[in-house]
Structures are given as structure tokens and as C-alpha cells.
């Protein structure tokens, strides 16, 4: 990744797919032999087209145009045409290791019951029989520690070189991440809507509808690389995973999106919530009011049961991109989230200095 844009190399030693602004190249090559042939695949479509998500099949049948929904419709939908064949080679991947993962469950049985034979004729005395099985024995053994040696190879290498400030930036926002982790409470919004007139409450613009999530550092299982991605759980959604190139969002391990970091539009705010429960240890009480209020903010006497509840200062992360990706996190600690919420977003924007 450096000013020219982002290049890819992935694939196993003898042949890798390299990904970068003049296209992408098939390289293969058989090693010790000095055979290497390098030629260009085709790509269709343009890198900058934009993905219309498919409502068709959506389950609402009247919406509430007021409610704001954080959702991102279909993960696999939202790749960057320039991340296809990364995406492809994922799931090549992935498939191999089912096919060596079976061949080693059916390869054990096949080892239990030769042992099982071996021990018999060694009980009978049979001879002839002994020194077959106990090869036959050693020969899948042998045959098990070749496909054990396969299985940890089954991963794409993902070779990023980054231009020294992209890296030093992207060092930088992990360091910050560790603080936002920390966060006492963290939410995934699922959805936004704004408060009515007759429910008004003093500096709260719309009430929430949220998922209790956990931060945290963690890599996806079929990637190499020597960046700990963010990881941002997601509770109506795939996992979001934020690496220097390119974010995955992920349902399942066939079911996932791939998006160009510079296509991630990244929107930072602060805003204030009513805490009916229990106040997050590290958050900001700004003010309090009561659970039922006049318009002139004085707590309105016809109900009995009226209790007063704290408003708190919270941060919101939201992270959008044109091919679908729709997400908003809610943070109770926005000095702990400020510096790495500006950082991401100042990061995403670096694509316009190029």
C-alpha cells in the first residue's frame, strides 16, 4: 500500500495472485526448477462500481421511514472489485482445508483399525500377518503427519508492504484500539429513531435499539499476516475485522465481504443517552432528568412511578461503504474512543492524498 495504491501478493510458494493498481497477475512456477511464467487475469467490471443491496426478501413489509437501520444486508455483497481474487483464493483455501481435515479424520480410523488387526495377529500368533499390518501401521502414520503438515500450510500468506507512514499510522490506530477494547460497554446499534414530541427529553435526539458486543484483537484463521486486526463484534451481522489494506466483515467462513480500506467511510460523533440501568463505570454523567418529562425539562408529575435516570455522554462509530456495509457501535467511554475514531477515519481518508 504506498501512494500508487494497494498490492497484493497471496498464494503458497511456486504460484501467488498479485493484486495492485495495474492489475491482477497470475504467477506460477515449479520450484528448484527455474520454470516461472507470469500472465494477467482479466477482471470484469470497474474497481470504483457501487453494489445495490437486494430488499426484495427483506422481512418488512411496512417500514417506519423515521428509523434509522444499521445493518449490512448481505457481507458477501460488499467486496471491492479489486479484492475478488483475494476473496477467491479465500475460499479456495478454505475448501482444501475441509478436503485435508476429512482426509485426516478418515486417515485415523484407517490407523485405529490396522492397530486394532495388528494387536490381534500379535494374539494369535499370526506371523505372516504381523509384519504387514505393522508396516501398513507406520505407512499411515506417515501419511497422517504429511496431511498434519498440509492443514497448518492451508492459509493465504497475505503480503503487505505498506509504505512506511501508511505502517506507522496503522501501528498508531492498533496502539489506540487497546484503549478502546477497554471500554466498559460497548453496543452494536441495530437501529435509530427519533423521539416524538410528546417524548421529548433534554439534549436526547432518538432513542436506540442496541447489543451488548465485546472489542477485541483477532485474526481471521485462513489469513497470515504480522498485523493484529481490530476486531469488532457485530450482533445482527458478520464480524468485522480491520486490516491495513482491507476490512472483512464475516458471517461464515464462505460467507464474507472483502472491502478496500479506502472505500470505508468512517463517521465519529458524540452524543448523549439515557441510562435506565446500571451507568457504565467509565462513562460521563452530563446530566439527569426523570423517565417521564414535561417539554420544559421538569419531571411530570401524573406519573407516580417517575424515577430520575442520568444522561451520559456516549461515543458513536459508525462505519459505512458504497457496497453495503452499514454498521453503528455505541462506546461508553468517548475519551477513551475519540482518539481511535479520529485516527481510523483520518486513516480511510489517506486515499486522498494519493
Not at 503438515?149 to 492498533?174: G, K, M, Q, W
Not at 408529575?301 to 417517575?306: G, H, I, M, Q, T
Request: glycine fraction near 6%.
Amino acid at each position: 500500500m504506498s501512494t500508487s495504491g494497494v498490492s497484493t501478493t497471496i498464494g503458497p510458494r511456486g504460484a501467488s495472485i498479485n493484486i495492485g493498481k495495474r492489475g491482477a497477475y497470475l504467477n506460477t512456477g515449479i520450484p528448484g526448477t527455474g520454470l516461472y511464467d507470469r500472465r494477467k487475469i482479466e477482471l470484469s467490471g470497474d474497481s470504483s462500481q457501487n453494489f445495490s443491496v437486494d430488499h426484495a426478501n427483506s422481512q418488512n413489509t411496512t417500514p417506519d421511514p423515521t428509523v434509522e437501520i444499521f445493518k449490512t444486508e448481505n457481507a458477501a455483497s460488499t467486496t471491492t472489485d479489486g479484492l475478488m481474487e483475494l476473496k477467491n483464493a479465500l475460499l479456495e483455501c478454505y475448501q482444501n482445508k475441509l478436503e485435508i481435515e476429512k482426509a485426516i479424520a478418515d486417515l485415523k480410523n484407517e490407523i485405529i483399525f490396522y492397530a486394532a488387526i495388528l494387536w490381534l495377529s500379535y494374539v494369535l500368533i499370526l506371523g505372516f500377518l504381523f509384519s504387514w499390518f505393522k508396516n501398513k501401521v507406520a505407512e499411515k502414520k506417515q501419511e497422517l503427519l504429511e496431511l498434519e503438515r498440509d492443514l497448518t500450510a492451508c492459509y493465504i500468506d497475505v503480503d503487505l508492504d505498506l509504505d512506511p507512514s501508511y505502517e506507522n499510522h496503522f501501528l498508531r490506530l492498533s496502539s489506540l484500539f487497546d484503549e478502546v477494547k477497554s471500554c466498559d460497554s460497548i453496543w452494536d446499534i441495530t437501529s435509530s429513531k427519533p423521539l416524538g414530541s410528546a417524548t421529548d427529553q433534554p439534549s436526547v435526539a432518538s432513542t436506540l435499539t442496541q447489543a451488548k458486543v465485546h472489542f477485541s484483537y483477532k485474526n481471521l484463521d485462513l489469513i497470515k499476516t504480522k498485523y493484529n486486526a481490530p476486531h469488532l463484534e457485530n450482533a445482527n451481522g458478520g464480524n468485522i475485522y480491520i486490516y491495513p489494506a482491507f476490512v472483512a466483515i464475516v458471517n461464515s467462513a464462505t460467507d464474507f465481504g472483502l472491502i478496500d480500506i479506502r472505500d470505508l467511510d468512517v463517521d465519529f460523533s458524540v452524543s448523549n443517552s439515557l441510562v435506565i440501568n446500571q451507568v457504565p463505570t467509565d462513562a460521563e454523567i452530563v446530566h439527569k432528568t426523570w423517565l417521564h418529562v414535561n417539554k420544559n425539562g421538569s419531571p411530570d408529575r401524573r406519573y407516580k412511578n417517575n424515577p430520575e435516570i442520568p444522561v451520559c455522554k456516549f461515543a458513536s462509530l459508525t462505519l459505512k461503504s458504497e457496497t453495503g456495509l452499514n454498521e453503528k457501535f455505541l462506546l461508553s467511554s468517548y475519551r477513551k474512543s475519540e482518539p481511535f475514531g479520529v485516527a481510523l477515519r483520518d486513516y480511510c481518508r489517506l486515499k486522498n492524498q494519493s
